[in-house]
């Protein structure tokens, strides 16, 4: 989502702590069955004709009115940029070291980047996706790692923006319930000598496409993933209305 002492389900329970910390911030292969050509930004905003390059809505009459909402951004640094400043204000106040999180990957046209957590005294690191759909609305996903020494994947928290705000909707889109029970399910089809293959449990979220890969995976000591061993579930994403769709293996 190997795990600290090599128990796929304990990073889940012993990072929780920290997690609640950074949840309480605000919070891939390319699927061709639910995609179109989107890899620039994970989907193209839809543009009203209605509405000039400036964010203002024209009318026929002598009326113009300004909108009083500006477009939604689909640069996936703007999403982090308020995760980010939630994030360092609790860090404060659990006091945590008075640092931000180390970016190390920075995709801009494809919605992606990854952050490392060591700065705020986290031994892990997080990843992002923004999706953007052609209905203009977004969906912005942190998926959280513990790592000791080899790494795995916690649980996806989804947000919206809502004015200058990110809403947490992990609920709405595939509930940390859910998340965890699949994480469960998946042990039972895992050998029995995983754990000393460092085999585990693993969420990937997508920097090219739109799909979120789960499945048994082998991780290594420079805390990469490898190799997708064994596809246990995709989310998919619609890029026409901004929802997703769990389908299992």
């Known amino acids: 989502m190997k795990y600290l002492f090599k128990t796929s389900l304990l990073p889940i ?8 910390l950074l949840v309480a911030c605000g919070g891939s292969t390319k699927d061709n069955n639910t995609e179109t050509n989107t890899d620039s930004v994970k989907a193209n905003t839809k543009v009203d004709s209605s509405t000039s390059s400036t964010g ?3 009318s026929t009459n002598n009326d113009i009115e300004e909108d009083s909402q500006p477009a939604i951004s689909t640069n996936v640094e703007s999403y982090y940029n308020i995760w980010v400043k939630k994030l360092i204000e609790d860090a404060k106040k659990a006091g945590m070291p008075d640092a931000k999180p180390e970016i190390q990957v920075k995709d801009i046209p494809n919605g992606y980047m990854k952050v490392g957590m060591m700065p705020l ?29 080899v790494c795995g994947s916690g649980t996806i928290t989804f947000y919206e923006l809502v004015g200058q705000q990110l809403k947490d909707v992990t609920e709405k889109v595939f509930s940390t319930k859910k998340q965890i029970a699949l994480a469960k399910k998946a042990q039972e089809k895992m050998p029995k000598n995983a754990g000393s293959d460092n085999v585990d449990f693993w969420t990937v979220l997508p920097q090219k496409g739109t799909t979120i890969q789960m499945g048994i ?26 929802t997703f769709k769990l389908v299992e293996k």
């Open 121 to 149: 005294g986290v031994t892990g690191y997080n990843t992002m996706t923004l999706w953007a759909a052609q209905n203009g609305e977004t969906t912005f996903g942190v998926l959280s790692h513990g790592c000791g020494p």
């Open 13 to 20: 329970a012993c990072y929780a702590s920290v997690l609640a």
């Open 217 to 242: 995976m082998s991780s290594n000591l420079s805390n990469d993933k490898t190799k997708m061993i064994q596809p246990i579930a995709e989310l998919q994403y619609n890029v026409a209305d901004n």
């Open 56 to 58: 203002i809505s024209t």
